[in-house]
Protein backbone atom coordinates (compact mmCIF):
# COMPACT_ATOMS: atom_id res chain seq x y z
CA UNK A 1 0.00 0.00 0.00
CA UNK A 2 2.90 2.27 0.89
CA UNK A 3 4.07 2.73 -2.94
CA UNK A 4 0.16 3.42 -4.13
CA UNK A 5 0.10 6.01 -1.50
CA UNK A 6 3.32 7.89 -2.34
CA UNK A 7 2.41 7.20 -5.90
CA UNK A 8 -0.88 8.83 -4.86
CA UNK A 9 1.01 11.89 -3.26
CA UNK A 10 3.17 12.17 -6.23
CA UNK A 11 0.20 13.01 -8.49
CA UNK A 12 -1.41 14.98 -5.97
CA UNK A 13 1.92 17.06 -5.84
CA UNK A 14 1.84 17.34 -9.76
CA UNK A 15 -2.00 18.18 -10.18
CA UNK A 16 -1.68 21.05 -7.21
CA UNK A 17 1.64 22.25 -9.26
CA UNK A 18 -0.69 22.41 -12.48
CA UNK A 19 -3.31 24.23 -10.61
CA UNK A 20 -1.11 26.75 -9.59
CA UNK A 21 0.76 27.22 -12.41
CA UNK A 22 -3.14 27.50 -14.43
CA UNK A 23 -4.27 29.96 -11.77
CA UNK A 24 -0.91 31.89 -11.82
CA UNK A 25 -1.42 31.96 -15.97
CA UNK A 26 -5.11 33.42 -15.66
CA UNK A 27 -4.08 35.67 -12.84
CA UNK A 28 -1.56 36.98 -15.07
CA UNK A 29 -4.31 37.09 -18.42
CA UNK A 30 -6.36 39.23 -15.73
CA UNK A 31 -3.70 41.18 -14.44
CA UNK A 32 -2.35 41.77 -17.98
CA UNK A 33 -5.57 42.59 -19.45
CA UNK A 34 -5.59 45.63 -17.46
CA UNK A 35 -2.57 46.85 -17.70
CA UNK A 36 -2.33 50.84 -18.54
CA UNK A 37 -2.01 51.70 -21.76
CA UNK A 38 0.05 53.85 -22.96
CA UNK A 39 -1.55 57.54 -23.38
CA UNK A 40 -4.77 56.39 -21.69
CA UNK A 41 -5.30 59.38 -20.30
CA UNK A 42 -4.68 61.21 -23.69
CA UNK A 43 -7.54 58.62 -25.25
CA UNK A 44 -10.11 58.97 -22.59
CA UNK A 45 -9.83 62.90 -22.83
CA UNK A 46 -9.32 63.58 -26.47
CA UNK A 47 -9.85 60.67 -28.76
CA UNK A 48 -12.62 58.85 -26.92
CA UNK A 49 -15.78 60.98 -27.37
CA UNK A 50 -14.54 61.45 -31.11
CA UNK A 51 -14.77 57.22 -31.34
CA UNK A 52 -17.68 57.15 -29.47
CA UNK A 53 -19.31 59.54 -32.11
CA UNK A 54 -18.18 58.07 -34.90
CA UNK A 55 -19.35 54.23 -34.08
CA UNK A 56 -22.54 55.61 -32.80
CA UNK A 57 -22.91 56.88 -36.35
CA UNK A 58 -22.01 53.76 -38.48
CA UNK A 59 -23.85 51.85 -36.51
CA UNK A 60 -26.89 54.14 -36.66
CA UNK A 61 -26.21 54.39 -40.59
CA UNK A 62 -26.70 50.73 -40.82
CA UNK A 63 -22.97 49.19 -40.68
CA UNK A 64 -21.95 46.12 -37.97
CA UNK A 65 -20.07 46.69 -35.43
CA UNK A 66 -17.18 44.63 -36.66
CA UNK A 67 -16.28 46.77 -40.03
CA UNK A 68 -17.61 49.93 -37.64
CA UNK A 69 -14.72 49.13 -35.46
CA UNK A 70 -12.32 47.84 -38.83
CA UNK A 71 -12.96 51.16 -40.48
CA UNK A 72 -12.21 53.11 -36.84
CA UNK A 73 -8.77 51.45 -36.51
CA UNK A 74 -7.77 52.29 -39.87
CA UNK A 75 -8.19 55.77 -39.21
CA UNK A 76 -7.14 56.01 -35.62
CA UNK A 77 -3.65 57.38 -35.76
CA UNK A 78 -2.72 57.09 -32.14
CA UNK A 79 -1.43 53.72 -31.68
CA UNK A 80 -1.95 52.56 -28.61
CA UNK A 81 -5.64 53.23 -29.34
CA UNK A 82 -5.51 51.21 -32.29
CA UNK A 83 -4.60 48.26 -30.71
CA UNK A 84 -6.76 48.60 -28.70
CA UNK A 85 -9.78 48.86 -30.90
CA UNK A 86 -8.18 46.02 -32.88
CA UNK A 87 -8.35 43.66 -29.32
CA UNK A 88 -11.87 44.65 -29.31
CA UNK A 89 -12.53 43.76 -33.10
CA UNK A 90 -11.06 40.90 -32.41
CA UNK A 91 -12.76 39.37 -29.03
CA UNK A 92 -16.14 40.48 -30.62
CA UNK A 93 -14.88 38.01 -33.42
CA UNK A 94 -14.41 35.46 -30.98
CA UNK A 95 -17.69 35.31 -29.40
CA UNK A 96 -17.56 37.93 -26.67
CA UNK A 97 -19.65 40.46 -26.32
CA UNK A 98 -19.15 44.39 -26.80
CA UNK A 99 -19.31 45.12 -23.56
CA UNK A 100 -17.28 42.31 -22.54
CA UNK A 101 -14.16 43.14 -25.23
CA UNK A 102 -14.37 46.79 -23.85
CA UNK A 103 -14.49 45.91 -20.04
CA UNK A 104 -10.51 44.66 -20.66
CA UNK A 105 -9.40 47.57 -20.84
CA UNK A 106 -10.50 49.60 -17.36
CA UNK A 107 -8.73 52.45 -17.81
CA UNK A 108 -9.64 53.49 -21.24
CA UNK A 109 -13.56 52.37 -21.14
CA UNK A 110 -14.45 52.70 -17.38
CA UNK A 111 -17.48 51.41 -15.28
CA UNK A 112 -19.70 54.10 -16.46
CA UNK A 113 -18.96 53.31 -20.33
CA UNK A 114 -18.87 49.35 -20.03
CA UNK A 115 -22.32 49.63 -17.87
CA UNK A 116 -23.84 51.71 -20.52
CA UNK A 117 -23.03 49.79 -23.56
CA UNK A 118 -24.16 46.74 -21.93
CA UNK A 119 -27.53 48.39 -20.98
CA UNK A 120 -27.47 49.39 -24.57
CA UNK A 121 -27.29 45.72 -25.91
CA UNK A 122 -29.55 44.03 -23.32
CA UNK A 123 -32.07 46.90 -24.83
CA UNK A 124 -31.63 46.83 -28.54
CA UNK A 125 -30.43 50.26 -28.46
CA UNK A 126 -26.65 50.37 -28.70
CA UNK A 127 -26.40 52.46 -31.61
CA UNK A 128 -28.44 54.89 -29.37
CA UNK A 129 -26.44 54.57 -26.67
CA UNK A 130 -23.22 55.06 -27.69
CA UNK A 131 -24.71 58.04 -29.24
CA UNK A 132 -25.69 59.27 -26.00
CA UNK A 133 -22.28 57.99 -24.53
CA UNK A 134 -20.63 60.64 -26.56
CA UNK A 135 -22.77 63.29 -25.74
CA UNK A 136 -22.42 62.52 -22.30
CA UNK A 137 -18.20 62.78 -22.57
CA UNK A 138 -18.22 66.04 -24.80
CA UNK A 139 -20.67 67.88 -21.72
CA UNK A 140 -18.47 65.99 -19.40
CA UNK A 141 -15.17 67.34 -21.38
CA UNK A 142 -16.51 70.80 -21.54
CA UNK A 143 -17.60 71.32 -18.23
CA UNK A 144 -13.87 70.33 -16.98
CA UNK A 145 -12.59 72.50 -19.55
CA UNK A 146 -14.31 75.61 -18.35
CA UNK A 147 -13.57 74.91 -14.78
CA UNK A 148 -9.50 74.44 -15.78
CA UNK A 149 -9.49 77.49 -17.94
CA UNK A 150 -11.07 79.62 -15.34
CA UNK A 151 -8.77 78.60 -12.57
CA UNK A 152 -5.35 78.69 -14.46
CA UNK A 153 -5.50 82.37 -14.59
CA UNK A 154 -5.53 82.95 -11.13
CA UNK A 155 -2.69 80.47 -10.14
CA UNK A 156 -0.59 81.25 -12.85
CA UNK A 157 -0.58 85.13 -11.48
CA UNK A 158 -0.12 83.69 -7.84
CA UNK A 159 3.15 81.89 -9.25
CA UNK A 160 4.35 84.99 -11.05
CA UNK A 161 4.03 87.00 -8.25
CA UNK A 162 5.36 84.51 -5.68
CA UNK A 163 8.45 84.06 -8.34
CA UNK A 164 8.78 87.54 -8.58
CA UNK A 165 8.81 88.63 -5.18
CA UNK A 166 11.31 85.68 -4.03
CA UNK A 167 13.83 86.68 -7.24
CA UNK A 168 13.99 90.41 -5.71
CA UNK A 169 14.11 89.68 -2.19
CA UNK A 170 16.78 87.13 -2.97
CA UNK A 171 18.90 89.29 -5.70
CA UNK A 172 18.04 92.28 -5.69
CA UNK A 173 17.36 93.28 -2.03
CA UNK A 174 21.00 91.91 -0.77
CA UNK A 175 22.49 94.86 -3.35
CA UNK A 176 20.83 97.11 -1.82
CA UNK A 177 21.50 96.15 2.14
CA UNK A 178 25.54 96.53 0.79
CA UNK A 179 24.99 99.34 -0.34
CA UNK A 180 22.91 100.76 2.72
CA UNK A 181 25.10 99.17 4.90
CA UNK A 182 27.65 101.48 3.86
CA UNK A 183 25.89 104.25 5.18
CA UNK A 184 26.09 103.78 9.02
CA UNK A 185 22.79 105.13 10.43
CA UNK A 186 19.81 102.88 11.40
CA UNK A 187 17.46 101.95 8.47
CA UNK A 188 13.59 102.51 8.44
CA UNK A 189 11.72 99.35 9.84
CA UNK A 190 10.56 98.24 6.95
CA UNK A 191 13.53 98.07 4.75
CA UNK A 192 15.72 96.35 7.48
CA UNK A 193 11.83 93.42 7.95
CA UNK A 194 13.34 92.87 4.11
CA UNK A 195 16.94 92.70 4.44
CA UNK A 196 16.97 90.77 7.58
CA UNK A 197 13.99 88.61 5.27
CA UNK A 198 16.38 88.36 2.83
CA UNK A 199 19.46 87.18 4.98
CA UNK A 200 17.16 84.16 6.41
CA UNK A 201 16.11 82.57 2.91
CA UNK A 202 19.70 83.00 1.21
CA UNK A 203 20.92 81.19 4.50
CA UNK A 204 18.30 78.67 5.23
CA UNK A 205 16.46 78.85 1.36
CA UNK A 206 17.35 74.99 1.46
CA UNK A 207 15.62 73.90 4.55
CA UNK A 208 12.85 75.83 3.66
CA UNK A 209 12.80 74.42 0.07
CA UNK A 210 13.03 70.84 1.72
CA UNK A 211 10.35 71.56 4.61
CA UNK A 212 7.78 72.99 1.97
CA UNK A 213 8.55 69.98 0.00
CA UNK A 214 8.58 66.80 3.11
CA UNK A 215 4.76 68.73 3.78
CA UNK A 216 3.92 68.95 0.67
CA UNK A 217 4.63 65.47 0.40
CA UNK A 218 3.01 64.41 3.63
CA UNK A 219 -0.08 66.28 2.63
CA UNK A 220 -0.42 64.83 -1.14
CA UNK A 221 0.40 60.76 1.25
CA UNK A 222 -2.74 62.01 3.46
CA UNK A 223 -5.06 63.18 1.17
CA UNK A 224 -4.80 59.76 -0.36
CA UNK A 225 -6.04 58.32 2.18
CA UNK A 226 -9.77 57.71 2.37
CA UNK A 227 -9.84 60.09 5.88
CA UNK A 228 -7.66 62.72 3.63
CA UNK A 229 -9.64 62.91 0.76
CA UNK A 230 -12.71 63.01 2.50
CA UNK A 231 -11.38 65.94 4.85
CA UNK A 232 -10.18 67.92 2.01
CA UNK A 233 -13.21 67.55 -0.20
CA UNK A 234 -15.12 68.85 3.18
CA UNK A 235 -13.16 71.41 3.01
CA UNK A 236 -14.25 72.49 -0.69
CA UNK A 237 -17.42 72.38 0.12
CA UNK A 238 -17.08 74.31 3.33
CA UNK A 239 -15.50 77.06 1.37
CA UNK A 240 -17.00 80.10 0.51
CA UNK A 241 -17.85 80.47 -3.18
CA UNK A 242 -15.43 77.92 -4.25
CA UNK A 243 -17.62 75.93 -2.54
CA UNK A 244 -20.83 76.79 -3.86
CA UNK A 245 -19.16 76.04 -7.23
CA UNK A 246 -17.74 72.39 -5.70
CA UNK A 247 -21.83 71.67 -5.37
CA UNK A 248 -22.87 72.42 -7.92
CA UNK A 249 -20.11 71.15 -10.42
CA UNK A 250 -20.72 67.50 -8.26
CA UNK A 251 -24.19 68.03 -8.81
CA UNK A 252 -24.50 68.61 -12.98
CA UNK A 253 -21.99 65.21 -12.60
CA UNK A 254 -24.24 62.95 -10.41
CA UNK A 255 -27.31 64.37 -12.34
CA UNK A 256 -25.74 63.86 -15.88
CA UNK A 257 -24.41 60.51 -15.23
CA UNK A 258 -27.59 58.84 -13.43
CA UNK A 259 -29.84 60.18 -16.42
CA UNK A 260 -27.90 58.54 -18.90
CA UNK A 261 -27.49 54.94 -16.81
CA UNK A 262 -31.12 55.40 -16.28
CA UNK A 263 -31.78 55.46 -19.93
CA UNK A 264 -29.31 52.67 -21.11
CA UNK A 265 -31.56 50.46 -18.72
CA UNK A 266 -28.75 49.73 -16.02
CA UNK A 267 -30.29 49.26 -12.91
CA UNK A 268 -30.99 51.82 -10.09
CA UNK A 269 -28.25 50.04 -7.36
CA UNK A 270 -25.70 49.66 -10.12
CA UNK A 271 -26.07 52.74 -11.21
CA UNK A 272 -25.79 54.47 -8.15
CA UNK A 273 -22.59 52.30 -7.60
CA UNK A 274 -20.95 54.12 -10.31
CA UNK A 275 -22.69 57.66 -9.79
CA UNK A 276 -20.91 57.55 -6.52
CA UNK A 277 -17.35 58.05 -8.22
CA UNK A 278 -18.00 60.07 -10.69
CA UNK A 279 -19.44 63.04 -9.23
CA UNK A 280 -15.23 64.20 -8.51
CA UNK A 281 -16.22 64.79 -4.18
CA UNK A 282 -16.04 61.93 -1.76
CA UNK A 283 -18.33 63.55 0.52
CA UNK A 284 -20.92 63.56 -2.61
CA UNK A 285 -19.60 60.09 -2.89
CA UNK A 286 -20.74 58.93 0.33
CA UNK A 287 -24.00 61.14 0.33
CA UNK A 288 -25.13 58.70 -2.67
CA UNK A 289 -23.27 55.39 -1.41
CA UNK A 290 -25.36 55.95 1.75
CA UNK A 291 -28.61 56.98 -0.43
CA UNK A 292 -27.71 52.95 -2.10
CA UNK A 293 -28.30 51.71 1.33
CA UNK A 294 -31.69 53.68 1.47
CA UNK A 295 -32.71 52.53 -1.77
CA UNK A 296 -31.48 48.76 -1.35
CA UNK A 297 -33.86 49.14 1.86
CA UNK A 298 -36.85 50.25 0.02
CA UNK A 299 -36.88 53.76 0.58
CA UNK A 300 -37.01 56.28 -2.85
CA UNK A 301 -33.82 58.05 -3.63
CA UNK A 302 -34.92 61.64 -3.80
CA UNK A 303 -36.18 60.76 0.46
CA UNK A 304 -32.86 59.50 1.31
CA UNK A 305 -31.18 62.43 -0.16
CA UNK A 306 -33.28 64.72 1.80
CA UNK A 307 -31.04 65.63 4.91
CA UNK A 308 -27.73 65.86 2.80
CA UNK A 309 -26.36 69.22 2.53
CA UNK A 310 -23.65 68.15 -0.51
CA UNK A 311 -25.78 68.48 -3.46
CA UNK A 312 -27.97 71.65 -3.90
CA UNK A 313 -31.46 71.30 -2.86
CA UNK A 314 -33.19 71.84 -6.07
CA UNK A 315 -31.11 69.14 -7.13
CA UNK A 316 -33.41 66.38 -4.80
CA UNK A 317 -36.89 68.41 -5.66
CA UNK A 318 -35.99 67.68 -9.07
CA UNK A 319 -35.28 63.92 -8.23
CA UNK A 320 -38.13 64.02 -6.86
CA UNK A 321 -40.37 65.47 -9.56
CA UNK A 322 -38.81 63.07 -11.94
CA UNK A 323 -39.78 59.22 -9.28
CA UNK A 324 -43.02 60.91 -9.69
CA UNK A 325 -44.11 61.45 -13.32
CA UNK A 326 -41.46 57.92 -14.21
CA UNK A 327 -38.99 60.34 -15.69
CA UNK A 328 -36.12 60.46 -13.91
CA UNK A 329 -33.81 60.53 -16.85
CA UNK A 330 -35.38 63.45 -18.29
CA UNK A 331 -34.99 65.15 -15.53
CA UNK A 332 -31.66 64.70 -14.35
CA UNK A 333 -30.60 65.31 -17.95
CA UNK A 334 -32.51 68.89 -17.93
CA UNK A 335 -30.96 69.52 -14.13
CA UNK A 336 -27.71 68.49 -15.45
CA UNK A 337 -27.90 71.60 -18.37
CA UNK A 338 -29.08 73.70 -15.53
CA UNK A 339 -26.06 72.95 -13.35
CA UNK A 340 -23.71 73.36 -16.62
CA UNK A 341 -25.18 76.99 -17.22
CA UNK A 342 -24.69 78.00 -13.53
CA UNK A 343 -20.93 76.56 -13.02
CA UNK A 344 -20.52 78.70 -16.20
CA UNK A 345 -22.07 81.62 -14.97
CA UNK A 346 -20.22 81.35 -11.63
CA UNK A 347 -16.82 80.97 -12.82
CA UNK A 348 -17.48 83.44 -15.11
CA UNK A 349 -18.09 86.66 -12.42
CA UNK A 350 -15.31 84.69 -10.45
CA UNK A 351 -13.05 85.32 -13.29
CA UNK A 352 -13.82 88.61 -13.91
CA UNK A 353 -13.78 89.54 -10.26
CA UNK A 354 -10.43 87.74 -9.49
CA UNK A 355 -8.72 89.66 -12.55
CA UNK A 356 -8.37 92.89 -11.13
CA UNK A 357 -8.25 91.21 -7.16
CA UNK A 358 -4.79 89.27 -8.96
CA UNK A 359 -3.40 92.97 -10.25
CA UNK A 360 -4.03 94.61 -7.17
CA UNK A 361 -2.26 91.75 -5.44
CA UNK A 362 0.72 91.96 -7.31
CA UNK A 363 1.00 95.47 -7.82
CA UNK A 364 0.92 95.22 -3.64
CA UNK A 365 3.96 92.72 -3.34
CA UNK A 366 5.93 93.88 -6.17
CA UNK A 367 5.13 97.91 -5.27
CA UNK A 368 5.64 96.98 -1.06
CA UNK A 369 9.29 95.72 -1.92
CA UNK A 370 10.07 98.43 -4.49
CA UNK A 371 8.93 100.84 -1.57
CA UNK A 372 11.20 99.50 1.12
CA UNK A 373 14.08 99.38 -0.66
CA UNK A 374 13.88 103.00 -1.74
CA UNK A 375 12.37 104.56 1.43
CA UNK A 376 16.05 104.98 2.63
CA UNK A 377 17.17 107.04 -0.44
CA UNK A 378 13.64 109.07 -0.14
CA UNK A 379 15.02 109.90 3.83
CA UNK A 380 18.50 110.51 2.57
CA UNK A 381 19.11 112.59 5.03
CA UNK A 382 17.98 110.94 8.06
CA UNK A 383 19.86 107.56 6.61
CA UNK A 384 23.79 109.06 5.57
CA UNK A 385 25.72 109.72 8.86
CA UNK A 386 27.82 112.75 7.84
Not at 179 to 194: E, V
Request: hydrophobic share 45%; net charge positive.
Amino acid sequence: MSPVVRLSDSANKKQNKNKKSNSSTNSNKKSGSKKRVPGSRKIVNELLPAFSRQLGAMLTSGMPIVASLEALEEQTDNVGFKTVIAHVKASIEGGAAFSEALALYPYIFDDLYVNMIRGGESGGQLAETIGRLATFMEAASRLKRKVKSAMMYPVIVLCISLALATGMIVFIVPVFGNMFADFGAKLPAPTQFLINVSDFIKAYGLYIGAVIGIALFAFNKWKATPEGGLSVDQFKLRMPVFGELTSKVAAARFARTLGQLIHSGVPILSALDIVAGATGNKVAGKVVMNAHTAVENGDPLSSAMLTQTAFPKMLVRMLQAGEKTGKIDVMMDNIADFYDDEVETMLEGLTSLLEPLLMVFLGVIIGGIVLCMFMPIFKMSEVVNF
